[in-house]
């Protein structure tokens, strides 16, 4: 009887560590190396800012809006899905601190970024 009760706490043992590690390895695990940014972006009505869209069914965590590849609106905080953002142009700048204006809309060409994802072009 008692190495029936020791055996028993040995294998009850075990899966707490086994269960402890999993959690432990899902909690620290890596995020994946590259997603997609499905989004519905465009110039706003009154022709001063960018409306963006998450048409993804998780959120963006920490995005960078980008325009022309040198003007850039960092968002601090996470997008969930179906989520609507309006963005100024003046918000837009360069590293150099020059902002977006309507001036500008030649050639337009428009991003998103995020650490894991990528819009596709």
Known sequence: MGRIITGLILILG??????GFMSDVK???????????RDDS????SG???VVINKNNF?????????????RYHYQ????????????????????????????ML???FDIRTATMARAR
């Open 77 to 104: 905080g996470s997008l969930p899905p179906d989520a609507k953002i309006t963005v100024p142009f003046g918000k837009f700048t360069t590293d150099e601190g020059n902002a977006f204006t309507k001036d500008n």
């Open 59 to 71: 959120s963006w965590t920490d995005p960078t809006f980008v325009i022309k590849e040198r003007y």
């Open 27 to 37: 909690r620290h695990e890596k995020p994946p190396t590259q997603y997609i940014i």
């Open 14 to 19: 075990i899966v707490f560590l086994v269960r």
């Open 42 to 45: 465009r110039v706003g009505e």
């Open 107 to 109: 050639n337009f060409e």
């Open 48 to 50: 001063s800012e960018m």
